[in-house]
């Protein structure tokens, strides 16, 4: 199957500060790209939809200006969470696919805010 | 409002019994319905259910759909700890875009 990589798949910040999550596909195009968040014992909650080459669409309750994704090219879209607070700290996966398959998900990241 | 809910929220069992996990959903414009299995880290896909009544199989696994009932079941037999996971359903409703979740079921399988 196809192989998304995304990377750190650990981080630990200092509040105020931000980090970049870099997610790509590596053996197909991605023209959409998916970020979630799942927080422990939690399901994944979509956060926001990458579209290569347009602003990203942000589902209700998630902050644009904290969590800016772009999507220079159809296999890179990267999440970064700014002026990180430990509320913040938790694990993120994105997902892409092709057309009429499963959606393929990174090794997801754990973010622990200090 | 679209939902996908999971039946039961964790289930504890002993090795080689046999497990069903349910999944209903009310969602408009249904496509499909994904199974995964998540350990630690991000989910790895087990199922894409698209038509009603057709089994998909893969091992001790096997998964079917009941687009009239808005259902489907995960079914493991003969468990192994190595099945100890969170097991994920989700559905999508229109190709290429965002799945959505159920909160999924806690399966711990005990030696």
């Known amino acids: 199957g196809a192989v998304v990589s995304q990377h750190p798949s650990w981080v630990i910040c200092k509040s105020g500060t931000s980090v970049k999550i870099e997610c790509r596909s590596l053996d197909f195009q991605a023209t959409t790209m998916f970020w979630y968040r799942q927080f422990p014992k939690q399901s994944l909650m979509l956060m926001a939809t990458?579209?290569?080459?347009?602003?990203?669409?942000?589902e209700q309750g998630v902050e644009k200006d904290k969590f800016l994704i772009n999507h220079a090219s159809l296999t890179l879209s990267t999440l970064t969470v700014t002026s990180a607070h430990p509320e913040d700290s938790s694990f993120y996966i994105c997902?892409?696919?092709?057309?009429?398959?499963?959606?393929?998900f990174g090794q997801g990241t754990r973010l622990t805010v200090v | 409002e679209d939902k996908v809910v999971q039946s039961p929220l964790s289930l504890v069992v002993h090795e080689g019994d046999t497990v069903t996990l349910n999944c209903s959903y009310e969602v408009t414009n249904f496509r499909s319905l994904l199974w995964y299995k998540q350990e630690k880290k991000a989910p790895t896909f087990l199922f894409m259910l698209t038509s009603s009544g057709i089994e998909k199989k893969s091992g001790r696994l096997s998964s079917i759909l009941d687009k009239k009932e808005l259902f489907s079941i995960l079914n493991i037999t003969a468990t192994q700890t190595g099945d100890s996971a969170v097991y994920l359903c989700a559905v999508e409703k229109q190709a290429g875009t965002a799945l959505i979740f159920g909160k999924g079921t806690t399966l711990s399988v005990s030696s």
């Open positions: 997902s892409a696919r092709e057309l009429d398959t499963e959606a393929f």
């Open positions: 990458s579209n290569e080459g347009s602003k990203a669409t942000y």
